[in-house]
C-alpha cells in the first residue's frame, strides 16, 4: 500500500466536504451538534491551505489538515472514507507525519464520541483537557 499526500486544490472542495459529512456527522449528531451545509463548509474552508488528500494506490481515500509552526504540529483533521477505515491508513498517516517533525510537540482535539480517539492512544497521544465536546490531546516531542 503506497500513501502519499498532496495539498488540496481548489477543486477538490466539493469531494472534501462530502468527505466531511460522511466521517463527521454522525459523531457531531451523537453529541447534540448538528451543523448546516454552509457550517460544514465554513469549518472545510478554514485554514484550507493547511489540507492535504490522502492518496492510497493513485486513489484518493481520505484527508489531512495539519498546521505546522516553529513550536509545535497540529493535526486539525484527519478522515478516511468510511469503506476504507479500519484498514491502518489513518494510523500510517499520523505515524508519517509524526514521524517528520518528531522534534515538535503535535497536538490535536477529538470529538468525546469518536472512536478515533482510541487510535490516537495507541499512538501515545495522552489527553491533556477536555472541554463539552473533545479531548485536547498531545504527543511530547522526542528528543535525540
Same mark, same amino acid.
Given at each position: 500500500?503506497?500513501?502519499?499526500?498532496?495539498?488540496?486544490?481548489?477543486?477538490?472542495?466539493?469531494?472534501?466536504?462530502?468527505?466531511?459529512?460522511?466521517?463527521?456527522?454522525?459523531?457531531?449528531?451523537?453529541?447534540?451538534?448538528?451543523?448546516?451545509?454552509?457550517?460544514?463548509?465554513?469549518?472545510?474552508?478554514?485554514?484550507?491551505?493547511?489540507?492535504?488528500?490522502?492518496?492510497?494506490?493513485?486513489?484518493?481515500?481520505?484527508?489531512?489538515?495539519?498546521?505546522?509552526?516553529?513550536?509545535?504540529?497540529?493535526?486539525?483533521?484527519?478522515?478516511?472514507?468510511?469503506?476504507?477505515?479500519? %484498514?491502518?491508513? =489513518?494510523?500510517?498517516?499520523?505515524?508519517?507525519?509524526?514521524? /517528520? &517533525?518528531?522534534?515538535?510537540?503535535?497536538?490535536? +482535539? @477529538?470529538?468525546?464520541?469518536?472512536?478515533?480517539?482510541?487510535?490516537? %492512544?495507541?499512538? =501515545?497521544?495522552?489527553?491533556?483537557?477536555?472541554?463539552?465536546? /473533545? &479531548?485536547?490531546?498531545?504527543?511530547?516531542?522526542? +528528543? @535525540?
Amino acid at each position: 500500500m503506497e500513501i502519499t499526500l498532496r495539498p488540496a486544490k481548489e477543486e477538490d472542495k466539493p469531494y472534501l466536504l462530502a468527505l466531511r459529512k460522511q466521517t463527521m456527522t454522525e459523531h457531531l449528531e451523537r453529541q447534540g451538534i448538528f451543523l448546516s451545509n454552509e457550517a460544514h463548509l465554513n469549518r472545510l474552508e478554514d485554514h484550507y491551505k493547511c489540507s492535504h488528500l490522502i492518496i492510497v494506490d493513485g486513489s484518493k481515500v481520505g484527508t489531512l489538515k495539519y498546521l505546522l509552526t516553529q513550536e509545535s504540529l497540529e493535526i486539525m483533521q484527519l478522515q478516511i472514507m468510511p469503506q476504507c477505515q479500519g %484498514q491502518g491508513i =489513518g494510523r500510517a498517516v499520523i505515524q508519517y507525519i509524526v514521524a /517528520e &517533525y518528531s522534534h515538535l510537540p503535535t497536538y490535536l +482535539t @477529538v470529538l468525546k464520541e469518536n472512536p478515533a480517539q482510541y487510535l490516537y %492512544q495507541r499512538l =501515545g497521544f495522552v489527553t491533556t483537557s477536555e472541554d463539552e465536546y /473533545e &479531548y485536547h490531546m498531545v504527543l511530547p516531542a522526542t +528528543t @535525540v
